[in-house]
């Protein structure tokens, strides 16, 4: 690199914008429709999960951190009806309220592939390693604050309004510590992973469990969102 150049920096704000370009990225192959996020970004003081329906990731390694996706009632039922007819469910199998536990998991899926996409990127594009925990998912009817389990030096936290191919709203709230990389030799980094395919290896390999799976999958599901909330001091 010559000393006169200007090093490249890779900030928050470009982390934010990487994110928000795989939840787009992931949602519009999985839903075969277009999902948009605005132009303007807010920067918050706090985060937190939403009514109807609230998911979060925690991330670690290279840097630390915490995903939240807010969904109306009305987007998450878009995207899980579009999401399932995608994967050739008959219209009259899927489920009719946002609060079914069928709706909380393939949205908690969905989540975990636009974090997944991200982290891929972050490994290739930034050469760090960050890792995450399993998504979690929860249909909620108030407000609750939700913050990073760890000391962060300087926090800093974001919130993107998206839009679906129906024009139904959700927001991503990103909060992290102040960070930049700083490019110090120039590298190529590896291609990207096909969408299409991260789909169908999730979607082909899913299937409805019943009966006694069903109950003891159910409980153990919410046996580690208990752990996961008494660990966030919820």
Do not use: W
Not at 21 to 33: I, K, P, Q, Y
Not at 39 to 62: A, H, N, S, Y
Not at 88 to 94: F, N, S, T, V, Y
Not at 155 to 164: I, K, L, S, W
Request: charged letters at 25%.
């Amino acid at each position: 690199m010559n000393k006169t150049e200007r090093p490249t920096v890779y900030d928050t704000d470009d982390l934010l914008i990487s994110l928000c370009n795989s939840v787009t990225r992931v949602l519009t192959v999985a839903t075969d429709s277009q999902v948009q996020y605005s132009g303007m970004v807010q920067r918050i003081t706090r985060t937190c999960l939403k009514p109807d329906i609230g998911c979060f990731v925690l991330f670690d390694g290279g840097f630390s951190g915490l995903v939240i996706l807010n969904f109306s009632s009305q987007a998450a039922m878009e995207l899980y009806e579009r999401y399932m007819l995608k994967m050739g469910m008959a219209k009259g199998d899927l489920a009719s309220s946002f609060t079914s536990d069928e709706v909380g998991n393939i949205m908690g899926e969905l989540m975990n592939q636009i974090v997944g996409d991200f982290t891929g990127k972050v490994r290739r594009e930034l050469q760090t390693h960050i890792t995450q925990n399993q998504p979690k998912m929860l249909a909620l009817n108030k407000q609750v604050l939700l913050s990073v389990d760890t000391n962060l030096d300087e926090p800093e936290a974001r919130r993107v309004t998206f839009y679906t191919g129906a024009n139904n709203i959700f927001y991503l709230e990103l909060a992290i510590d102040r960070t930049e990389f700083v490019k110090l030799r120039d590298f190529e980094p590896e291609a990207a992973a096909d969408p299409d395919a991260l789909l169908e290896e999730h979607g082909n390999g899913e299937a409805k469990p019943s009966g006694a799976s069903q109950a003891a999958q159910s409980s153990a599901s919410s046996d580690d969102t208990d752990d996961l909330l008494k660990s966030l001091g919820m």
